[in-house]
C-alpha cells in the first residue's frame, strides 16, 4: 500500500516529467522554426551575391512588386539576372541540397550504420556513367541529363537484382551495401574508360568539368528536371518516415515489430535513387551533403525520423544554396561547386566528430 | 491464448538444426528452454518468430497456423524482446518503447499520445518510468534489457518471447527481471525464454523444455530439471538442493560440482 505522502511524491514526479517532456518539445519546435527561418534567409541573401551585386531591398521590392503586379521599376539586366540566372541557380541548388541530404539520412536509418552516404548503391557512380556516355556521343544537355538520370536508376537497379540473386536472406542489408560497393568500382572504371576514350581537346574536359559539379548553367528547364523525381522521391519518404526508426534497429527487429522489411526497404531504396540520380544528373557529382547534413541534423533536433527527415530538409537546402554562393561570388572565376562541397565538407564533419555529444555519431 | 508447436522441424536451408518438436505454451504460463550452446535454441525461436521457414511441422497460434499471417498481424500477439544490444542512433527510451506500437499503426502514421500513454504505462509496470527521457545508448544493460521488455509490452501482446533476457546482467539485475517475468505472466501473458541457468527455472518457470543435440523434453520444472538430465544435456556432475524461504515455500537450486 502507498501512503499518501509516496503518492503525492509521485504525483509530483510524474507532473515534473511531463513539464521536462513539454519543454524538450517545445526547444525542438524553436530549433525548426530557426530552421525554417535560416533557410528563407539563405535563399533570400543569395539573390544580392554574385557578380551583379543587387540589394536586398530591390529584391524585396521586386518581389512584391512582381506579386501585386505594381508597374516596373528597375532595369531589364536586373530582370534578366534574377529571373533567368539567379532564380533557377537558387532553386536548384536548395533542390539538391535537400534531395541529397534526404536520401542520405534514410539510407543511413536504412543500413544502419551513420557511415553511409547517397551513393552506397551506385546510384552517383551510375549517373556520372551515363552522363560520360552521352557526353562521349555528343548528346545535347538534355540528353545528358537524361541518360545520367537512367543510368543512375540503372545502376542501383543492377546493384538489387545481383543482391537479390545472392539472396541470404538473414543478411540482406549487408549484401546490398557489398554489392552496392562492387556496382560503384565497376561504373567508376566504365567512366575512367570513357575518358581514356574521349577526345582530349573537346571531350575530355567537358567530361572532367561535369565530373566535378556545378550548377553553372543552371536553367529553368533544369529546375523543372528536378521538381518532378524530387517529389515523387520525397512525399512516400515523408509519409513513411516514423517507420525509418525502426528499420534502423535491424531486420529481425523490425520484423517482429510488424514491419514488413522488404517492403519498406524497396521504396525507401527507389524514392533515395530517384532523388540521387536526379540531383546528380542535374548537378553532376556533389560529394559529402549526404553524409554530414544528416549528422548535423541529427544534433540539432536528435536521431527520430519524424523531426530528423525534415531538419535534413532544411538545413540541406540552406547549405548547398550557402555554398553555391561561395563558389559562385568569392572568386572572380566560378569554383566547381563539387570541389567546394568537398573542401568545406571534411574539415566541417571532422569538426562534428570532434564536437559531437558522445553518441550522437 | 495457446501456442502449439506440432512435430516442428526447423534449421537455415537444408540443415535441419532441430528436429521434431513439440510444445505448448498458454497464459499464465512461463516456458524456458534449456541446453547447451548450438543445439538450435535461437534456430527455434527464429522459426516462432517467423524470421526463419520450418522445413516441416507447423506453429499454431489460436488455432490459427501462424505462416499465414501478416507481420503486423502477429506482432499483435507476439512481442520479441531481444538480447540487450546498442543500435546506431541515439534515441531517447521513450522513442524506443513507442516502436513497439508500429503493428499498431497505420502505413503512414506516427505514434499519437494514446499511443505515448500506453508506453508510458509499459515503463511505469516494470518501474522504470524514471528512465524515459534517458538515451538509449547510454543506458546500462540491465536498463537497456528491461526497456526492451517495455516496448515488447508496448505492442500488448499476448506472448513475449525472451531470448536470453538474463545474459549479460548482474547478478541483482536478472533476479529483477526474473521478477517482472512473474509478475507478467500472473497478468496473463504467456511467455517462452532462454536461459543458461538452470537455477533460474526453478524461480520463474512453470515449465521446462530441455533440448540436446538428440533429445527433446518438455514438462513440469521437477519433471525436466533432474541432475541425470542437466549431467547428461551439459555433460557436468550437477547436485540439486533446496533451501526454505522466509514464507516457507521450498527452493531448489543447483549446484555445479567440479571434478
Redesign the interface.
Known amino acids: 500500500m502507498h501512503s499518501v505522502n509516496e503518492l503525492r511524491l509521485e504525483g509530483r514526479?510524474?507532473t515534473f516529467?511531463d513539464a521536462?517532456?513539454k519543454k524538450?518539445k517545445k526547444t525542438t519546435n524553436y530549433i525548426m522554426v530557426i530552421l525554417v527561418f535560416i533557410t528563407v534567409a539563405a535563399f533570400l541573401i543569395s539573390f544580392t551575391l554574385g557578380r551583379y551585386s543587387i540589394s536586398i531591398t530591390d529584391i524585396l521590392n521586386i518581389f512584391i512588386s512582381k506579386l501585386f503586379g505594381l508597374k516596373t521599376t528597375w532595369s531589364d539586366t536586373v530582370e534578366t539576372v534574377i529571373f533567368n540566372v539567379r532564380i533557377p541557380r537558387i532553386l536548384a541548388a536548395m533542390l539538391i541540397g535537400a534531395a541529397l541530404s534526404l536520401s542520405g539520412a534514410c539510407y543511413?536509418?536504412l543500413f544502419?550504420?551513420?557511415m553511409v552516404s547517397p551513393d552506397i548503391l551506385g546510384a552517383s557512380s551510375g549517373a556520372g556513367f551515363g552522363a560520360c556516355i552521352a557526353i562521349l556521343m555528343s548528346f545535347g544537355l538534355v540528353g545528358i541529363q537524361v541518360s545520367s538520370f537512367l543510368f543512375g536508376l540503372g545502376a542501383v537497379a543492377l546493384t538489387f537484382f545481383i543482391s537479390s540473386l545472392i539472396g541470404k536472406k538473414?543478411n540482406a542489408v549487408l549484401v546490398l551495401i557489398l554489392t552496392g560497393m562492387v556496382v560503384s568500382t565497376l561504373f567508376s572504371s566504365f567512366i575512367s574508360l570513357t575518358k581514356y576514350l574521349a577526345d582530349p581537346n573537346s571531350k575530355l574536359p567537358a567530361i572532367t568539368f561535369w565530373l566535378m559539379g556545378g550548377l553553372n548553367s543552371t536553367s529553368t528547364k533544369d529546375v523543372l528536371m528536378l521538381l518532378a523525381p524530387i517529389t515523387i522521391g520525397t512525399i512516400p519518404l515523408a509519409?513513411?518516415?516514423?517507420?525509418i526508426?525502426?528499420l534502423?534497429?535491424?531486420d529481425?527487429?523490425?520484423?517482429?515489430?510488424?514491419?514488413?522489411t522488404s517492403r519498406l526497404r524497396l521504396i525507401v531504396i527507389i524514392c533515395s535513387t530517384l532523388l540521387t540520380a536526379a540531383s546528380v544528373s542535374v548537378c553532376g557529382m556533389i560529394g559529402w551533403i549526404g553524409l554530414i547534413i544528416p549528422h548535423l541534423s541529427?544534433m540539432l533536433v536528435?536521431?527520430?525520423y519524424?523531426l530528423l527527415l525534415p531538419a535534413s530538409f532544411l538545413v540541406g537546402s540552406a547549405y548547398l544554396v550557402l555554398v553555391d554562393d561561395i563558389a559562385r561570388s568569392l572568386f572572380p572565376l566560378e569554383i566547381p561547386l563539387g570541389i567546394l562541397t568537398s573542401l568545406i565538407g571534411a574539415p566541417f564533419f571532422i569538426y562534428l566528430l570532434v564536437k559531437g555529444k558522445?553518441?550522437?555519431i | 491464448m495457446k501456442l502449439d508447436i506440432i512435430r516442428a522441424t526447423c534449421g537455415?536451408g537444408k540443415k535441419k538444426v532441430a528436429e521434431n518438436i513439440s510444445l505448448s505454451v498458454q497464459s499464465g504460463e512461463v516456458l524456458c528452454l534449456l541446453g547447451p550452446n548450438g543445439v538450435g535454441k535461437t534456430t527455434l525461436f527464429?522459426s516462432i518468430?517467423?524470421?526463419?521457414r520450418l522445413m516441416d511441422g507447423e506453429i499454431v497460434l489460436n488455432g490459427e497456423n501462424m505462416i499465414k499471417m501478416?507481420?503486423?498481424?502477429?506482432?499483435?500477439v507476439?512481442?520479441?524482446v531481444?538480447q540487450a544490444h546498442t543500435?546506431?542512433?541515439?534515441?531517447?527510451v521513450l522513442?524506443v518503447v513507442l516502436?513497439?506500437r508500429?503493428?499498431h499503426?497505420g502505413?503512414?502514421?506516427?505514434?499519437t499520445d494514446n499511443d505515448r500513454r500506453i508506453a508510458e504505462e509499459a515503463l511505469d509496470t516494470l518501474g522504470i518510468?524514471f528512465l524515459?527521457?534517458k538515451?538509449y545508448?547510454?543506458i546500462s544493460g540491465g536498463e537497456r534489457q528491461m526497456t526492451l521488455i517495455a516496448?515488447a509490452l508496448t505492442?500488448e501482446p499476448d506472448i513475449l518471447i525472451m531470448d536470453e533476457p538474463t545474459s549479460n546482467l548482474d547478478f541483482g539485475n536478472q533476479i529483477r527481471v526474473l521478477e517482472r517475468i512473474n509478475m507478467l505472466s500472473k497478468k496473463g501473458l504467456a511467455v517462452i525464454m532462454t536461459s543458461h541457468f538452470p537455477n533460474h527455472v526453478f524461480l520463474c518457470s512453470t515449465k521446462v523444455a530441455l533440448m540436446t543435440k538428440n533429445l527433446f523434453k518438455v514438462g513440469s520444472v521437477d519433471e525436466i530439471v533432474t541432475e541425470e538430465n542437466l549431467r547428461s544435456a551439459y555433460g557436468i556432475n550437477v547436485k540439486i538442493t533446496s533451501t526454505v524461504d522466509e514464507s516457507g515455500n521450498i527452493i531448489k537450486a543447483c549446484i555445479p560440482l567440479i571434478n
Open positions: 514526479i510524474k516529467d521536462s517532456l524538450e543511413q536509418g544502419k550504420n551513420p538473414n509519409l513513411l518516415r516514423w517507420k526508426n525502426v534502423s534497429f535491424g529481425e527487429e523490425a520484423k517482429s515489430l510488424g514491419i514488413n541529427r536528435g536521431p527520430n519524424k558522445k553518441g550522437w | 537455415y527464429k518468430l517467423g524470421f526463419l501478416s507481420k503486423s498481424k502477429l506482432a499483435k507476439v512481442g520479441y531481444p543500435p546506431p542512433f541515439p534515441y531517447t522513442d516502436m513497439g508500429t503493428a499503426l502505413m503512414f502514421s506516427s505514434p518510468s524515459k527521457d538515451i545508448t547510454e516496448r505492442q
